[in-house]
Structure formats: C-alpha cells, structure tokens
C-alpha cells in the first residue's frame, strides 16, 4: 500500500460545484496533515492544516479520520481560480513528510 | 508572508558535474528541508535539517547529495556528480517547529544534459 494515496484525477467540475477529495495514508502513527495546491509546475502552496475535529476555511473544509486513516477535502462554490493539483501532505513523525501523487481539479465555466 | 527563496531558478548542467543550490529560509524558522520532483511526478521528500545537522533522509539521499548551512542563513543541497535522473525541481522548505506546515520556495528547475 502506497504510504499516501489520491486518486490523481482530473476532476472537471463546473464553476459553482461542490467538489470533495480523498486521501488514504498507510502510517498509523502520523501526527500531522495538511492540503496543499499546486500550480503548474510552481511550488506547493500550504491551503490548509488538517485536525482532527475537522475545519474550515471559507470554502474549503477538512476532515480527518484517523481511524480509518483518511483525509478529505471540500472545496463548496468552485470558481475557475480553484483550477490546480491538490496535494495531500502527511507528516510521520520527526521530520518524515510524505506527499501524495495530488489530485488535479479544472473548474470549466 | 515572508519568503524562502531560491537560487537559481533554472541550473543546466552537464552530466557528472557538482552543481550547489541555495536557499534562505525565513529568518526565525529552525525545520529545513530539501525535496525533488521529477516532471510529471510527486514532491519525494530528500532531506530534513535542524540544529546544524541531518535529522532524516530518504533514499534518494544517497552519497551523492550532501546539504549544509555555513553562514547562518544559507542552506545548501550539493550534488556531486549529477546524473541524468536528477533533472527536476527542487524545492527547499522551512518551518517553524517539526509539526507545523512547511512554506516553500519557488524551486530550482535542474536540467542535466
């Protein structure tokens, strides 16, 4: 099993949609998560930590499951400016971050 | 938001050279780190760095890549002798703490030929 898995996509989702991410990780013991979006071919950009109570930022809200070892990420009233690859980051512990392959989402208007 | 930069933004190099790569990291973070991504592929995490040494590597990391921070604000990824497969991006990271999300630079676009 891969240490962090996403489906890669591409998600095409109208502008307005509701859109919802996935993400699985293998490390029953990581500590800290985290979304991130990626342009292409620029840098990660931190969107948003991931607790364990669940939260929200605007239109972005994100859930941790740490029984069954996933993460999610909703993203309500996609605009075109959405349009990216979102990461889903899990830190192991002392260090250790693992990234997923990312899920790609085009909001069309 | 303040910065980690990078340089340079693009590097071309011929196969077998050393080639150096800088970043400054924001000036009160203490967490550093390298990563790579080859075109195409995910962010593979290479190297962590705290306290003036190496606190986890990948298996990337072989003997071939080596980092430091001499002065204090620089912090260094060189590869010895680069080979073809190390053409990507590579991006430094700092953080504050070990547990708090990472800010990143724009990366260095590597290009071995």
């Known amino acids: 099993r891969k240490e962090v898995e996403q489906d890669p996509g591409p998600f095409n989702v109208p502008e307005g949609a509701t859109v919802a991410f996935n993400c699985t990780y293998s490390n029953s013991a990581s500590q800290s998560f985290f979304w991130y979006r990626q342009d292409c071919r620029k840098e990660p950009k931190l969107l948003m930590s991931v607790y364990s109570s669940g939260n929200e930022d605007g239109r972005f809200t994100a859930q941790l499951n740490r029984a069954s070892q996933y993460i999610s990420l909703l993203i309500r009233d996609s605009k075109l400016s959405d349009s990216a690859t979102y990461l889903c980051v899990v830190s192991g512990g002392y260090q250790k971050v693992t990234f997923g392959i990312g899920t790609k989402l085009q909001v069309i208007p | 938001e303040p910065e980690v930069t990078q340089t340079p933004s693009h590097q071309v190099t011929q196969m077998g050279q050393e080639v150096i790569l800088r970043c400054v990291p924001i000036?009160?973070?203490?967490?550093f780190y390298w990563y790579r991504q080859i075109l195409g592929q995910k962010v593979e995490f290479l190297v962590s760095?705290?306290?003036?040494?190496?606190?986890?590597k990948s298996e990337i990391f072989d003997d071939q890549f080596s980092v430091e921070r001499p002065d204090g604000s620089n912090f260094t990824l060189k590869i010895r002798s680069t080979k073809l497969e190390d053409s990507a991006m590579y991006f430094c990271?700092?953080?504050?703490?070990?547990?708090?999300?990472?800010?990143f630079g724009d990366g260095t676009r590597l290009s071995i030929l």
């Open positions: 990271a700092a953080a504050g703490d070990s547990a708090s999300p990472q800010h």
């Open positions: 000036s009160n973070h203490l967490y």
């Open positions: 760095f705290y306290n003036n040494e190496i606190s986890e």
